[in-house]
């Protein structure tokens, strides 16, 4: 009988995408949502049970993720989240996009106002690192 349910949800999950960092934070955001909407609501203002209600859109959209058979979509998303946190993490460099091709380009932190040339198109403009 075991044996019939284990190569069910193997059936079941095969192709599916499964979790990964975006997954991970958006379940550690309704977690947070969670415990803020209980606490508010117990032992500050009512109106923050509110927080319980929010807690279900980021829980959703994980459990939505986690099953999909799109795996190209997911990861297309994971890899704009964990871009996007790279650059808030980065403490050696800067990053500045291009005025006209608006090519994404990095310079080294603290060397003051500086002229940067595009790599891609070769315009040249000034930026505050």
């Known amino acids: 009988m075991f044996q019939k349910m284990g190569d069910g949800l193997r059936r079941f999950f095969s192709?599916?995408?499964g979790t990964d960092r975006l997954n991970q934070?958006?379940?550690i955001t309704a977690i947070a949502f969670l415990l803020l909407g209980?606490?508010?609501g117990k032992y500050l203002a009512s109106w923050l049970g509110i927080f319980n209600v929010l807690a279900y859109v980021p829980l959703?959209?994980?459990i939505f993720r986690m099953y999909s058979r799109n795996m190209e979509a997911r990861r297309r998303e994971n890899a704009?989240?964990?871009r996007f946190f790279s650059?808030?993490?980065?403490k050696e460099y800067r990053y500045f996009r291009c005025p006209k091709c608006r090519q994404t380009?990095?310079?080294p932190r603290g060397k003051g106002k500086i002229s940067i040339r595009c790599p891609k198109c070769g315009e040249?403009?000034?930026r505050n690192t």
């Open 15 to 17: 192709g599916r995408y």
């Open 80 to 82: 704009a989240f964990l």
């Open 124 to 126: 040249r403009f000034i």
């Open 60 to 62: 959703v959209w994980c």
């Open 38 to 40: 209980w606490l508010g």
């Open 105 to 107: 380009v990095r310079v």
């Open 87 to 90: 650059h808030l993490r980065d």
């Open 25 to 27: 934070t958006l379940l």
